[in-house]
């Protein structure tokens, strides 16, 4: 009889016991989830780069609009009228001899309204000019057909507008809205950055500029009869951009202005709700009509920039305060030399440069702000240990972007 020892080739040909296996699968989980985690964290440094790089190239692509319609910024052109010592010394160097077209930077002081910007929320910076802006950058594509083609063929000219204009002045703003991110009544809501805009030439129209600019013309300047402000160049005594235009050329009655509204608006949250928000039909003949409802459609806003927690401008203008010496002046210097009592910059005097901010968040953080006051951010100087933990969110996710602009 054969007797079998320990040890044995067929002994050592046995399975692995049930302690061997489990502690093979313990490791193995270890590993996998060691591998999961590192995963994971490579993951989210991607899409956060990802984010980031899409975050930046967002804010070049910004900062792009707001240098080309800055660069063309309408305040002033020459004239003969003298006030004299009607107005101090440094006031004189900024009213005598010119003609205006106001400029507002966080505007809040003036007659006709609340503000131009009534659907802007109350926090961020609001600005608004008017801009000389070639046809082919700005005006509606049928509008430009039109006037290339009267141009090209001699025949009938457009009211208000020469057929062979190579230039036309707009009005151009900026502002902040809370506003839902998509078309979707259940879409989430969000801060946004607006651009309003209105193109000139044709028609006055309330979707042109043109009427506005005939009203602003005459109650801001000295040479008309129907000049609104006298020896007070302080932002209260004059009409807000936005107020009031004149509808018919040359009758001088003013009508109120449609206020700009944001595309995507929530009801609740828009103080001047469009009229309507589909524009009447039109064909390219329409634009050739003075009296058809399309001069008077004012559309949405364009968004331009979205999960926005900082938009602040602040314009400076450089004065020489002695021979050779040139000093800059920020809004609050500059009214206290003029001796304006304002709270915003003053609407006569065009910026020398606009130093824009503008923070964002990303996605992750701007999901977590269920309402409206969670957009607010909490003061840079505010110790991290007393923020709360959506702000701290906030804080780490901040994105804040510079640039400075000149004003030609």
């Given at each position: 009889?054969?007797?079998?020892?320990?040890?044995?080739?067929?002994?050592?040909?046995?399975?692995?016991?049930?302690?061997?296996?489990?502690?093979?699968?313990?490791?193995?989980?270890?590993?996998?989830?060691?591998?999961?985690?590192?995963?994971?964290?490579?993951?989210?440094?991607?899409?956060?780069?990802?984010?980031?790089?899409?975050?930046?190239?967002?804010?070049?692509?910004?900062?792009?609009?707001?240098?080309?319609?800055?660069?063309?910024?309408?305040?002033?052109?020459?004239?003969?009228?003298?006030?004299?010592?009607?107005?101090?010394?440094?006031?004189?160097?900024?009213?005598?001899?010119?003609?205006?077209?106001?400029?507002?930077?966080?505007?809040?002081?003036?007659?006709?309204?609340?503000?131009?910007?009534?659907?802007?929320?109350v926090g961020f910076s609001a600005l608004l000019f008017a801009a000389?802006?070639?046809?082919?950058?700005?005006?509606?594509?049928i509008r430009e057909q039109i006037r290339l083609s009267s141009a090209?063929?001699?025949?009938?000219?457009?009211?208000?507008?020469?057929?062979?204009?190579?230039?036309?002045?707009?009005?151009?703003?900026?502002?902040?809205?809370?506003?839902?991110?998509?078309?979707?009544?259940?879409?989430?809501?969000?801060?946004?950055?607006?651009?309003?805009?209105?193109?000139?030439?044709?028609?006055?129209?309330?979707?042109?500029?043109?009427?506005?600019?005939?009203?602003?013309?005459?109650?801001?300047?000295?040479?008309?009869?129907?000049?609104?402000?006298?020896?007070?160049?302080?932002?209260?005594?004059?009409?807000?951009?936005?107020?009031?235009?004149?509808?018919?050329?040359?009758?001088?009655?003013?009508?109120?202005?449609?206020?700009?509204?944001?595309?995507?608006?929530?009801?609740?949250?828009?103080?001047s709700p469009p009229a309507i928000t589909t524009p009447p039909k039109?064909?390219?003949?329409?634009?050739?009509?003075?009296?058809?409802?399309?001069?008077?459609?004012?559309?949405?806003?364009?968004?331009?920039?979205?999960?926005?927690?900082?938009?602040?401008?602040?314009?400076?203008?450089?004065?020489?305060?002695?021979?050779?010496?040139?000093?800059?002046?920020?809004?609050?210097?500059?009214?206290?030399?003029?001796?304006?009592?304002?709270?915003?910059?003053?609407?006569?005097?065009?910026?020398?440069?606009?130093?824009?901010?503008?923070?964002?968040?990303?996605?992750?953080?701007?999901?977590?702000?269920?309402?409206?006051?969670?957009?607010?951010?909490?003061?840079?100087?505010?110790?991290?240990?007393?923020?709360?933990?959506?702000?701290?969110?906030?804080?780490?996710?901040?994105?804040?972007?510079?640039?400075?602009?000149?004003?030609?």
């Amino acid at each position: 009889m054969k007797v079998y020892q320990s040890g044995s080739k067929a002994a050592k040909k046995r399975g692995f016991s049930l302690v061997e296996l489990l502690a093979a699968v313990s490791i193995f989980s270890i590993v996998m989830l060691a591998l999961s985690y590192a995963l994971e964290a490579s993951l989210g440094m991607l899409n956060h780069r990802s984010a980031a790089l899409s975050t930046d190239g967002d804010f070049r692509a910004v900062s792009d609009i707001f240098r080309q319609d800055l660069q063309e910024v309408v305040v002033d052109k020459p004239d003969t009228h003298v006030f004299g010592k009607q107005v101090s010394d440094s006031l004189a160097q900024f009213v005598d001899h010119r003609n205006f077209i106001p400029i507002e930077i966080d505007r809040i002081e003036g007659t006709g309204m609340a503000k131009s910007f009534v659907n802007g929320e109350v926090g961020f910076s609001a600005l608004l000019f008017a801009a000389v802006s070639s046809p082919a950058r700005y005006a509606h594509p049928i509008r430009e057909q039109i006037r290339l083609s009267s141009a090209s063929s001699g025949t009938a000219t457009i009211k208000n507008q020469s057929p062979d204009a190579l230039s036309e002045v707009c009005l151009i703003g900026y502002y902040v809205a809370y506003t839902r991110d998509s078309s979707r009544a259940d879409s989430s809501p969000s801060m946004k950055l607006y651009r309003h805009f209105r193109s000139g030439g044709i028609n006055f129209g309330d979707g042109h500029a043109n009427g506005i600019l005939a009203y602003l013309a005459d109650v801001y300047n000295p040479s008309s009869e129907r000049t609104a402000f006298g020896f007070d160049f302080s932002n209260k005594s004059f009409p807000f951009m936005l107020s009031q235009r004149y509808k018919v050329p040359n009758e001088w009655t003013p009508e109120k202005v449609t206020q700009p509204w944001p595309m995507n608006y929530i009801a609740s949250e828009v103080t001047s709700p469009p009229a309507i928000t589909t524009p009447p039909k039109y064909s390219s003949a329409s634009w050739l009509e003075n009296d058809h409802p399309i001069h008077d459609f004012v559309f949405g806003d364009e968004e331009i920039a979205r999960n926005v927690v900082e938009f602040r401008c602040a314009p400076y203008k450089r004065i020489e305060t002695a021979p050779g010496e040139i000093e800059l002046f920020d809004t609050p210097r500059l009214n206290q030399r003029l001796g304006l009592q304002n709270t915003g910059w003053p609407v006569l005097v065009k910026p020398d440069f606009i130093d824009i901010t503008l923070g964002v968040v990303g996605v992750d953080a701007a999901l977590q702000m269920r309402q409206k006051s969670d957009w607010v951010l909490p003061p840079m100087d505010k110790d991290l240990s007393a923020l709360s933990a959506l702000e701290r969110i906030k804080r780490q996710e901040l994105k804040r972007y510079s640039i400075r602009i000149p004003i030609h």
